[in-house]
Nanobody, 122 residues
Framework: QVQLVESGGGVVQTGGSLRLSCAASGRTFSSYAMGWFRQAPGKERTFVATISRDGDNKYYAESVKGRFTISRDNAKNSVYLQMNGLKPEDTAVYYC???????????????WGQGTQVTVSS
């Protein structure tokens, strides 16, 4: 059974940093793109970042460019999201996901984690 588990969320002040991790099990995802999405209360789940299977291509939402960095370690079957310069508007539940070729849309991903809460205080 495939399982993705996020960790690293928490409460941080504006300008702080957090590093999210997502560990996958039950299947090797070295041939899959991996990504991060987030969802604030009452809002849609939106794209944050994605990384290609070889790690050569990375794409970010405009709102996080220059602040967030996505990376992966295929040996560990994991994907990470380093978040710097956090803002209150970054507050959301963050989800990792994997899909055959990634993309910016939820429908392009096959597996999802349960999410980890990130709260940024003013």
């Amino acid at each position: 059974q495939v399982q993705l588990v996020e960790s690293g969320g928490g409460v941080v002040q504006t300008g702080g940093s957090l590093r999210l991790s997502c560990a996958a099990s039950g299947r090797t995802f070295s041939s899959y793109a991996m990504g991060w999405f987030r969802q604030a209360p009452g809002k849609e789940r939106t794209f944050v970042a994605t990384i290609s299977r070889d790690g050569d291509n990375k794409y970010y939402a405009e709102s996080v460019k220059g602040r967030f960095t996505i990376s992966r370690d295929n040996a560990k079957n994991s994907v990470y999201l380093q978040m710097n310069g956090l803002k209150p508007e970054d507050t959301a539940v963050y989800y990792c996901a994997v899909g055959p070729w990634g993309g910016f849309h939820r429908g392009e991903y096959d597996y999802w984690g349960q999410g980890t809460q990130v709260t940024v205080s003013s």
